[in-house]
């Protein structure tokens, strides 16, 4: 199958997961053993001699979706060679971040916080997507591995990284991503804070605390 028939059909099966989870027909957790069974399905479908550099994000999407997270990775490393040779900072930034989730699920975990931060060079139009996949994605794989501090650390870096993205707030992404700004960084400190405090740390987590106060209140967020 094409990867652009993969996606649609994985696409497809995510939003009838979604529309019963909100139709309470079926639990978040059981949405996702679904999602990701049928996931499993598709890869069994791919001819991974036919993969090419230019398709292996899409291929990636679909192995991660299955949490194949093995060949994900592999899928991730062309992905991301393919980005730098062909000078695309946006597909650089995305599959680098995803690429960081596959090693942290694979126990790469200090590689995976290393290989995170490294996006943080690129220009502040391309910043958007690095705090929701340190929060959501490479976060959570880290937690509870003995590098709490490092991954809450590297949280609030991310959160530096999102007050930086320069968007146009004419276009609907612009407003979109305004619109959910505040939200991402406050369940951002909160799992920093978190973080500090499941290392023992609550030194750490109170300073992160007042850290976050001191930047709503700055920022009329209060």
Not at 93 to 115: F, P, S, W, Y
Not at 151 to 174: F, N, R, S, Y
């Amino acid at each position: 199958m094409q990867p652009e028939v993969l996606r649609r059909n994985l696409k497809w099966a995510s939003d009838m997961v979604n529309d019963r989870v909100a139709k309470n027909e079926i639990s978040d957790s059981e949405g996702k053993q679904y999602l990701t069974k049928y996931a499993n399905e598709l890869v069994d479908k791919i001819d991974f001699k036919q993969m090419d550099d230019k398709q292996a994000w899409q291929y990636a999407e679909v192995f991660r979706t299955a949490e194949r997270w093995d060949i994900a990775q592999k899928a991730l490393e062309l992905a991301v060679a393919h980005a730098k040779k062909s000078g695309n900072q946006d597909r650089w930034v995305n599959d680098t971040l995803r690429l960081a989730q596959c090693m942290a699920h694979q126990g790469k975990r200090k590689e995976a916080i290393d290989l995170a931060r490294t996006v943080f060079e690129t220009r502040e139009r391309d910043k958007a997507p690095i705090l929701l996949a340190v929060t959501y994605e490479i976060a959570p794989a880290l937690r509870g591995h003995g590098l709490d501090i490092e991954t809450a650390k590297l949280i609030e870096d991310a959160i530096g990284q999102h007050m930086q993205v320069m968007i146009d707030p004419k276009t609907e992404a612009g407003q979109a991503f305004l619109g959910a700004k505040w939200h991402h960084i406050r369940k951002a400190w909160d799992l920093a804070v978190s973080l500090y405090r499941e290392a023992g740390r609550e030194d750490l987590a109170d300073a992160a605390r007042e850290r976050a106060a001191k930047m709503f209140q700055t920022q009329g967020r209060l």
